[in-house]
């Protein structure tokens, strides 16, 4: 009887350089991507994108050149996906918050308190200038737009199952559109901008008690003053 040969390893597709294409080489978990993509998300901490070079990105992520350019096709890319996750990870920061630690309706507005004191930090100026030129971007890169497009999407309606959560519980007034609302407590962050216009800052207990105002006076259809007020936030 005939033993049949093995077939051969199917080989990833290869692109123009004659390098495998990107994601099909090692996977979108490869371990030398995700050090590329947090070096690049460290250095977006203080550079702007188009600041980081390939040298500052090959130091702090102690990554080869041939094998940043075995993940990505170019510099660029690999900026842009870090720029993608940074314009989400706050969001999602602050959904895994809210989903872990809100057992009742007073746990729910004072989680949200948490969430509005961290996210309108004056300290994160930085990432809201970097999320508003994100967006402006997406008007004119047609490519980029549907990239943040799919982000943006999931992040609203993770956003609006919490807030459909919260209404089957009571906690939120059924009288809103959980997709406006979550729309709405994105916005915030970039509203903040207006507040930090150099030399005529808006403090920052101004800001956030009208946040808090809105969202459980509005909202959760608290009576004011249910919670204590704080100057912290």
């Known amino acids: 009887?005939?033993?049949?040969?093995?077939k051969p390893a199917t080989r990833p597709p290869l692109n123009k350089r004659g390098r495998p294409r990107k994601h099909q080489a090692q996977g979108d978990d490869h371990p030398t991507r995700d050090a590329l993509i947090?070096?690049?998300l460290a250095l977006l901490e203080t550079l702007h994108p188009e600041e980081i070079t390939l040298d500052k990105i090959l130091v702090a992520s102690g990554v080869s050149k041939g094998s940043l350019y075995h993940q990505f096709s170019e510099l660029d890319a690999l900026i842009d996906e870090a720029l993608l996750l940074d314009f989400s990870?706050?969001?999602?920061?602050?959904i895994a918050h809210l989903t872990a630690q809100a057992q009742s309706k007073i746990e729910l507005a004072q989680g949200l308190r948490v969430v509005t004191r961290i996210s309108q930090d004056p300290a994160l100026k930085h990432r809201r200038l970097r999320r508003a030129s994100l967006?402006?971007?997406a008007q004119r890169d047609r490519v980029f737009s549907q990239k943040l497009i799919a982000i943006q999407n999931t992040l609203t309606q993770a956003l609006s199952r919490l807030i459909e959560a919260g209404q089957n519980k009571r906690w939120?007034?059924?009288?809103f559109?959980?997709?406006a609302a979550a729309t709405l407590i994105q916005a915030y962050s970039l509203g903040r901008l207006i507040g930090q216009i150099e030399g005529n800052e808006l403090p920052p207990s101004e800001w956030n008690a009208m946040i808090n105002t809105i969202i459980e006076q509005g909202m959760m259809g608290l009576p004011g003053g249910t919670l204590i007020d704080d100057q912290a936030s």
């Open 135 to 137: 967006i402006l971007r």
């Open 89 to 94: 990870r706050g969001v999602q920061a602050a």
């Open 38 to 40: 947090r070096a690049a």
């Open 1 to 6: 009887m005939q033993t049949k040969k093995p």
């Open 172 to 175: 939120i007034k059924q009288s």
């Open 177 to 179: 559109s959980p997709r």
